[in-house]
C-alpha cells in the first residue's frame, strides 16, 4: 500500500492486518522458462516481472511456477517436450535448494506451513501439452513424479494442475 495521506489510517491498519493473515497466492508464472540462471531470480531480477525478493516484500504466500513448452521449441515432438519441461522442472527445484525462502508445497497445509517460516511456497503447474496427444497423452508425464490432478482446455491448449 502506499503513504497516501488521502488514506484513512485505521482503514490501512486494518487492511494490513488483513493481508498478514490472508493467502496472497499467484496462480501463475513462466518465471523459469526463460533462463537456466536461478540466481537472477533468487537475488533480484529488476528487469523481469518477478523475482523473490519483490515477492517476499509484498507478501506473497505462494507462486504457481508453470512449465511451459511451446510446441515450436520442441517441433511438436512429445520427446522434445518432455525434456525441455524436465529442464525447467529442474530450474525450479535448484532455486528451491538454493534459498532458504523459497519451498515446495503440494497441498495448502504445506503453503501455511512456509507461510509461518517466511517461505515463499512453489507450487508446480504443467502448461500446454499440445505434442501429448489427447488424455492418454497425459498418462506420458512423469516429471519427478509429478502427478496429474486435473486438466482443463482454454483456447485450444491442454493444462494441468499438478503436484509431487
Do not use: Y
Not at 518465471?31 to 537456466?36: A, E, G, T
Not at 505462494?62 to 525441455?84: I, M, N, Q, T, Y
Amino acid at each position: 500500500m502506499t503513504n497516501s495521506p488521502n488514506i484513512d489510517e485505521t482503514l490501512r491498519a486494518k487492511a494490513l492486518e488483513l493481508h498478514a493473515e490472508a493467502p496472497l497466492i499467484d496462480l501463475h508464472a513462466d518465471s523459469f522458462s526463460c533462463d537456466k540462471d536461478t540466481t537472477k531470480f533468487i537475488g533480484g531480477w529488476p528487469e523481469k516481472h518477478m523475482d523473490l525478493p519483490r515477492m517476499l516484500s509484498a507478501g506473497i504466500w505462494g507462486e504457481a511456477f508453470s512449465l511451459f513448452v511451446h510446441p515450436r521449441w520442441a517441433d511438436g515432438d512429445e520427446k522434445g517436450w518432455l525434456e525441455l519441461a524436465e529442464m525447467e522442472l529442474e530450474n525450479i527445484h535448484r532455486a528451491i535448494e538454493e534459498s532458504e525462502k523459497l519451498a515446495l508445497a503440494t497441498n495448502s497445509e504445506e503453503v501455511l506451513a512456509n507461510a509461518k517460516r517466511g517461505q515463499v511456497s512453489a507450487i508446480i503447474e504443467i502448461e500446454g501439452l499440445h505434442p501429448l496427444s489427447g488424455d492418454r497423452g497425459m498418462d506420458r508425464v512423469r516429471l519427478r513424479n509429478l502427478k496429474v490432478l486435473g486438466k482443463t482446455t482454454f483456447a485450444g491448449r491442454d493444462d494441468v494442475l499438478s503436484r509431487s
